[in-house]
Nanobody, 124 residues
Framework: QVQLEESGGGLAQTGGSLRLSCAAS????????MGWFRQAPGKEREFVAA????????YYVDSVKGRFTISRDNAKNMVHLQMNSLKSEDTAVYYC?????????????????WGQGTQVTVSS
């Protein structure tokens, strides 16, 4: 049984930082691309970042480039999302996702497993 459990969400001030973590179990973590998506109230779920399993290449949505960093720890079966210079528009529920895809990583349908999500709220 695959489980993805996010942690690290919470309340941050504009310009502040948060670090999200996702602990994975029940899958061969090193052979899964890991992604982060987010969904704000009244909006569709959107891609945030991904790290590919084959070569650890990273991908980001334009709005977070230079502010967010995704990383993976294959020894601990964990993926992290370091979020700096937070803005109010980063407020959303953040979801961890896993899948075997090597391409098209910005598309949610490429991921097979999803966590329950963790709330991130950025206020001024």
């Amino acid at each position: 049984q695959v489980q993805l459990e996010e942690s690290g969400g919470g309340l941050a001030q504009t310009g502040g930082s948060l670090r999200l973590s996702c602990a994975a179990s029940g899958l061969t973590f090193s052979r899964n691309t890991m992604g982060w998506f987010r969904q704000a109230p009244g909006k569709e779920r959107e891609f945030v970042a991904a790290v590919r399993w084959s070569d650890s290449s990273t991908y980001y949505v334009d709005s977070v480039k230079g502010r967010f960093t995704i990383s993976r720890d294959n020894a601990k079966n964990m993926v992290h999302l370091q979020m700096n210079s937070l803005k109010s528009e980063d407020t959303a529920v953040y979801y961890c996702a896993a899948g075997k895809a090597l391409f098209g990583l910005r598309v949610s349908q490429k991921y097979d497993y999803w966590g329950q999500g963790t709330q991130v709220t950025v206020s001024s």
